[in-house]
């Protein structure tokens, strides 16, 4: 509940009381798990680069406002520019689907393609 909470945007003072009346784990607690969670998942991700076979790794970088609805009068948001990372290994893929060169072969050629109607 405490992990819901704090991603969700609750601040510490909510967490303790949550858990000063047993609803919630403290807010250490709640650190100690994140910590654990992100630990298991760099394990996760690199067992998966060191294995064998072809994989896939996708970035996307994201802008989370922090606080947006307990503005001040100044009306300045703070903001966490992030980048997320997502590894995908590829299983049953034809042979040739990785090669570079047929690929680089149809550059150019956007100009000549006709809709497929």
């Known amino acids: ?10 601040n510490k003072h909510l967490i303790s009381v949550l858990n000063s009346i047993g609803l919630s784990s403290l807010y250490w607690t709640v650190e100690r798990l994140k910590g654990a969670l ?48 997502a590894i995908i290994k590829l299983q049953d893929i034809q042979p040739g689907a990785l090669a570079l060169q047929p690929l680089l072969d149809m550059q150019g050629n956007r100009s000549k393609a006709t809709p497929g109607i």
């Open 1 to 10: 509940m405490g992990l819901f909470l704090w991603i969700g945007g609750a």
């Open 38 to 85: 992100m630990d298991d998942a760099i394990r996760h991700m690199q067992e998966l680069f060191c294995s064998e076979g072809p994989s896939m790794t996708v970035f996307d970088n994201i802008n989370v406002y922090l606080r947006k609805f307990e503005q001040h009068l100044t009306n300045w948001n703070s903001m966490l520019s992030l980048t997320n990372i």
